[in-house]
């Protein structure tokens, strides 16, 4: 089974719905992140937290909103879809250098989302 | 300008050359890089990790840090069809403990 395991793995949708991707992770890591991948643009941070009760923007935050209902369970939604949200997204996680951790991030297999 | 800047390619070459993939940053403060490899309908996983100037090999693999010039190489000895995925360079300043991603390089091995 994976460790870091996004739902779901591809979404259709329409222009003004909401949507919401999933991800929960076994690492036992207390940081948690969401990026979205275009190409030609690589990764950008959407959001991360690094504790239950700790959210932060990342680069690219308009249009999102996330929530961390546990340490294991990392969610972003999209509150009214638009088509130039269409794109694939990753959910990460690392383990705090205070817990031994190198800033090395852990990857989901990603979920990839198209708006119509 | 994106704080840290790869070509994205495509990059095509034969098996068995030797593949140098490149990235330049432009924030003095960051003081670790990685190289991340992403197969096909994958996530990204770490390949390379170095904290400071100058070179780490590990097998056919050798990445290489230049702070004075701010740029950051990865290169492949003997490619092979599977070194073919995107490779995306990264760097990130250790307190933060967040990545700045360069767009990637999608990298092709000719038979």
């Known amino acids: 089974d994976a460790d870091v395991t996004q739902t779901p793995r591809n979404r259709i949708t329409k222009t003004g719905k909401r949507i919401m991707l999933e991800c929960s992770q076994t690492k036992g890591h207390d940081r948690m992140y969401w990026y979205r991948q275009d190409p030609g643009l690589g990764l950008r941070l959407i959001y991360y937290?690094?504790?239950?009760?700790?959210?932060n923007k990342g680069e690219i935050s308009d249009g999102y909103s996330v929530s961390r209902q546990a340490q294991a369970k990392f969610s972003l939604s999209l509150e009214s879809a638009i088509p130039n949200q269409t794109a694939l997204y990753f959910c990460?996680?690392?383990?705090?250098?205070?817990?031994?951790?190198?800033?090395?991030?852990?990857f989901g297999e990603g979920s990839r989302l198209t708006v119509l | 300008q994106k704080e840290v800047e790869q070509d994205p390619g495509p990059l095509s070459v034969p098996e068995g050359a030797i593949v140098s993939l490149n990235c330049t940053y432009s924030n003095s403060a960051f003081q670790y890089f990685m190289w991340y490899r992403q197969y096909s309908r994958k996530g990204p996983e770490l390949l390379m990790y170095?904290?400071?100037?100058g070179n780490k090999e590990d097998g056919r693999f050798t990445a290489q840090v230049d702070k004075s010039s701010k740029y950051i190489s990865l290169f492949i000895r003997d490619s092979q069809p599977s070194d073919s995925a995107t490779y995306l360079c990264a760097s990130g300043i250790q307190g933060a403990q967040k990545l700045v991603f360069g767009q990637g390089t999608r990298l092709t091995i000719n038979p």
């Open positions: 170095t904290y400071s100037s």
């Open positions: 937290s690094f504790d239950v009760k700790d959210i």
């Open positions: 990460a996680t690392s383990r705090s250098l205070g817990l031994g951790g190198t800033g090395e991030l852990f």
